[in-house]
């Protein structure tokens, strides 16, 4: 029998070892890292009131357990989903480094909750938005290269504002690109936006920058010379927006992210490559861009296939 100040130690000591590695060798940030603590916290001081003491011990039951347990608490099953999200990640953790010889977690299923999906903007609007910043002033220049790059890269907005002179090899046509957690990742851009940062590069960067003005290595700035802000740009994206004719509620700088991810999928990309161009840590949240090709197919089948409604009955 373990003494009392032993008892759930080495469960302890095996989550410390799951949240450094998480932190140190994946770059996961802050916050998460605080998020997953609680979460293997509230696991482990469960397995210790039903008697499991060591990581070895812990079996499926144990996690059946504790999700009734969640559960009967009354959670949410968004916030049962998250803790078991964590308890997932810490027993594959285990399973690597030779802490557990079997899932725990097989055959456990996630609670499912309704999941909004994300708004979208057509192929056609997201051409009107850039055709709204005029090419022929420098800020029309910075703002169409701000857009084909969000849009062209499935950048977040406070990877764009933030991204440095030295960040764009024009040449190999990539960004390198520091996300959340520091995460750093290549992300290809197409021609029409490296021909719009090149544009803006050229005749657009140097005129906000000015005479006199002490420099910054930002690539995106503003009209008065400083680095481009989350908010800045927000504002000058609704009023290219009504520009455009969309409505302001429909436009974000994460809805064209939204749109990058989404337009891939459709045009036939693997699910794994758009989640490192978006950089996500988990492949679960790339996957609700996956209605939109699901949506699509059914549209294809009503429209072409002879039983689908849209299509011509063939000869026998």
């Not at 916050?31 to 009131?49: Q, V």
């Not at 400083?226 to 520009?243: C, D, E, H, V």
């Not at 939109?292 to 294809?300: F, G, H, Q």
């Not at 296939?305 to 299509?311: A, D, I, L, T």
């Amino acid at each position: 029998m373990a003494r009392e100040e032993d008892r759930g130690a080495r469960l302890h000591g095996a989550i410390d070892a799951f949240l450094s590695h998480s932190a140190v060798e994946r770059g996961l940030a802050p916050k998460t890292i605080e998020a997953y603590a609680g979460d293997l916290a509230r696991f482990a001081g469960w397995l210790e009131e039903t008697g499991v003491e060591a990581p070895r011990s812990l079996r499926r039951e144990h996690v059946s357990g504790f999700a009734q347990a969640l559960e009967a608490e009354g959670l949410s099953a968004r916030s049962r989903a998250r803790i078991l999200i964590a308890v997932r990640r810490w027993t594959r953790f285990l399973l690597a480094t030779g802490e557990l010889a079997a899932d725990p977690m097989q055959g456990i299923a996630s609670p499912r909750f309704g999941q909004p999906l994300p708004k979208l903007l057509r192929p056609d609007e997201i051409a009107a938005l850039i055709a709204a910043a005029a090419p022929d002033t420098a800020l029309g220049l910075r703002d169409r290269a701000m857009l084909e790059v969000l849009y062209g890269a499935g950048l977040r907005v406070t990877e764009l504002v933030a991204l440095p002179l030295g960040a764009l090899d024009s040449r190999a046509g990539v960004l390198r690109v520091f996300g959340k957690g520091q995460r750093e990742r290549l992300v290809p851009l197409g021609e029409p936006a490296l021909t719009a940062v090149a544009a803006y590069l050229e005749r657009g960067r140097p005129a906000l920058l000015g005479a006199g003005r002490s420099g910054s290595d930002a690539i995106f700035l503003s009209r008065r010379g400083a680095p481009m802000t989350r908010q800045n740009f927000f504002s000058r994206l609704k009023k290219l927006g009504r520009i455009a004719g969309i409505a302001t509620e429909r436009i974000s700088p994460h809805v064209l992210r939204h749109a990058f991810a989404t337009d891939l999928l459709e045009g036939g990309a693997d699910l794994r490559a758009v989640q490192a161009m978006l950089g996500h840590a988990d492949l679960s949240t790339t996957q609700i861009y996956t209605h939109v090709s699901r949506a699509r197919l059914r549209e294809i089948v009503e429209s072409r296939h002879p039983r689908g409604g849209g299509g011509s009955s063939r000869e026998p």
